[in-house]
T-cell receptor, first 114, second 111 residues
């Protein structure tokens, strides 16, 4: 089974802190994604990566950056955390092309910025 | 603009009362449509992938169907453990695109 693991289930950070959210997948997937999920807004794409060292902005990249140095690991960085970044963060991975392009998600990180 | 709309937002059913959830989409060429189940505080769990109009997939009490403009998730004789939020997502054909999600339907099944 595909496994996507996020480093923390819950995090509490202070305004202005630099925050790192880590995600690891074990199925050699090319694509990895970071979404945030907020009530009434659904899942919104922050960034995605289709290869090592490659990244694409999603719908809401402001205030975030990403890093993908190895195929299995995709990190989301909040450069200076703000209260409006309090949210559920979800990492996912998928294969490229053909059948089986469904994405598999991690368990989520509930981030609270105070 | 690619868009996914799910209806209803919330659905309450009695145990055994069958119903359907709708996912309508507009996309510039559909690579695939996906259904997920999400329990509170957890990540979405993959259910089905549909690739072409007329395709159907089944899993226990769930059946997903696809037309050129929408997909339905049919729930037959639901049980309380089917209570969850069901998410629909599409991936367009153009390269370098991620899943585009609807806002979900929250299903509550009471005994």
């Amino acid at each position: 089974d595909v496994k996507v693991t996020q480093s923390s289930r819950y995090l509490v950070k202070r305004t202005g802190e630099k925050v790192f959210l880590e995600c690891v997948q074990d199925m050699d997937h090319e694509n990895m994604f970071w979404y945030r999920q907020d009530p009434g807004l659904g899942l919104r794409l922050i960034y995605f990566s289709y290869d090592v060292k490659m990244k694409e902005k999603g719908d809401i990249p402001e205030g975030y950056s990403v890093s993908r140095e190895k195929k299995e690991r995709f990190s989301l960085i909040l450069e200076s955390a703000s209260t409006n970044q309090t949210s559920m963060y979800l990492c996912a991975s998928s294969l490229t092309g053909g059948a089986g392009t469904e994405a598999f998600f991690g368990q989520g990180t509930r981030l609270t910025v105070v | 603009e690619d868009q996914v709309t799910q209806s209803p937002e919330a659905l309450r059913l009695q145990e055994g009362e069958s119903s359907s959830l709708n996912c309508s989409y507009t996309v510039s060429g559909l690579r695939g449509l996906f259904w997920y189940r999400q329990d509170p505080g957890k990540g979405p769990e993959f259910l089905f992938t549909l690739y072409s109009a007329g395709e159907e997939k089944e899993k226990e009490r769930l059946k997903a169907t696809l037309t050129k403009k929408e997909s339905f998730l049919h729930i037959t004789a639901p049980k309380p453990e089917d209570s969850a939020t069901y998410l629909c997502a599409v991936v367009p054909h153009r390269a370098g695109t991620a899943l585009i999600f609807g806002k979900g339907t929250t299903l509550s099944v009471s005994s």
